[in-house]
């Protein structure tokens, strides 16, 4: 669920599935307005639970918090949403590991606790206690 505010045609909650970028929920707010400013907006952005998309007005200085950055938020890192390369920056997670938690991910759904990590073959209680502080499900 994203909520899609400023210069497009419908503003709005929406709901798009899982992998779902920033333009795919614009296009789905019916588009920019043609007073619109969207060379701020990060296109390519992978959508995240309870993300707020502002579209600003041509010439809006933009405040820098409204869409706020991964280094801007907390630090735990949502395994329903980790690549590869992400889910490797944690210890005791190799490339191996991170592979069998997408593939776990795509066959099974998404996580629904940080604890259902354990249920991802290879991830035991030792690993998942070295981890649990660092990660998070969304």
Sequence with gaps: MVDVKGLVKYPGVYELPFGSRVVDAIELAGGYLPESDSTSINHAMKLEDEMVIYIPYDGEEMVESVNPTPSQKDDKIDINTA???????????????????IKYREENGRFSSPEDLKNVTGIGDKTYERLADLIKVK
């Excluded at 190799?94 to 069998?100: C, L």
């Design 83 to 101: 690549d590869e390369t992400l889910l490797t920056t944690l210890p005791g997670i190799g490339p191996s590991k991170a592979g069998a938690i």
